[in-house]
């Protein structure tokens, strides 16, 4: 079946450092692939997304493209602030079952942005 | 747009009481879905409503557990008998029946269960 598998946190960085998140991929056919953010006391939010190979997904300053050789979506960020963090879930929409397309989420990784 | 809302917030109960939770989807949005999250993992589907027909169900939504969507619009959660396990942060999803849909979450219902 589907499975999405990221990188273990907690990460910890210095404000204005780079962030990379690992996401790594299993799953039949050609899926869209998602990265959500969960603030502290909130639900997820859709960060960004991209639905076919080589597409890049971009908001808020965060990058992702989705690479089907090495089925990897990494999250990048060139400079994160404090404001960025929260827990970072890497999904994806795959394969059908009973008309609906499955979405599978990976564990999430928790960001700290110290100052 | 208001975006998914979800009511009540939070909610403690004793084990064997009944729950009961509602999601307000995005108003144009046939579609809906319920989510289970537990601590330090992700979203795990439970079910899913296109307009008021629930078409898929989990293996994890036990016989305890009962969703309605009785107009197509607002969704309803209920869970009888509430054990300890049951503990977990309930999320709610919506979004329209196209090709590349796009779900929306809510900001969930905190469930605990002493």
């Known amino acids: 079946g589907d499975s999405v598998t990221q990188m273990e946190g907690p990460v910890t960085l210095s404000e204005e450092a780079f962030l990379t998140i690992n996401c790594t991929y299993t799953a039949t056919g050609y899926p869209s692939l998602f990265w959500y953010v969960q603030y502290p006391g909130e639900g997820l939010q859709l960060l960004l997304k991209a639905t076919k190979a080589d597409d890049k997904g971009s908001n808020k300053g965060f990058e992702a493209t989705y690479r089907k050789e090495t089925t990897s979506f990494h999250l990048e960020k060139g400079s994160v602030q404090v404001s960025d963090s929260a827990v970072y879930f890497c999904a994806l929409r795959g394969s059908y079952s009973g008309g609906y397309q499955k979405v599978t989420f990976g564990t999430g990784t928790k960001l700290q942005v110290i100052p | 747009d208001t975006g998914v809302s979800q009511d009540p917030r939070h909610k403690i109960t004793k084990r064997g009481q009944n729950v009961t939770f509602r999601c307000d989807p995005i108003?144009?949005?046939?579609?809906l879905y319920w989510y289970r999250q537990t601590l330090g993992q992700g979203p795990e589907f439970l079910t899913y409503?296109?307009?008021?027909?629930?078409?898929?169900k989990s293996r994890l939504l036990s016989d305890r557990f009962s969703a309605e969507r009785p107009k197509g619009s607002f969704s309803t959660l209920e869970i009888q008998r509430t054990e300890q396990g049951d503990s977990a942060m309930y999320l709610c999803?919506?979004?329209?029946?196209?090709?590349?849909?796009?779900?929306?979450f809510g900001p969930g219902t905190r469930l605990l269960v002493l």
């Open positions: 108003s144009e949005h046939n579609r």
């Open positions: 409503f296109q307009n008021e027909a629930q078409l898929e």
């Open positions: 999803a919506s979004s329209l029946r196209r090709k590349q849909e796009t779900q929306y």
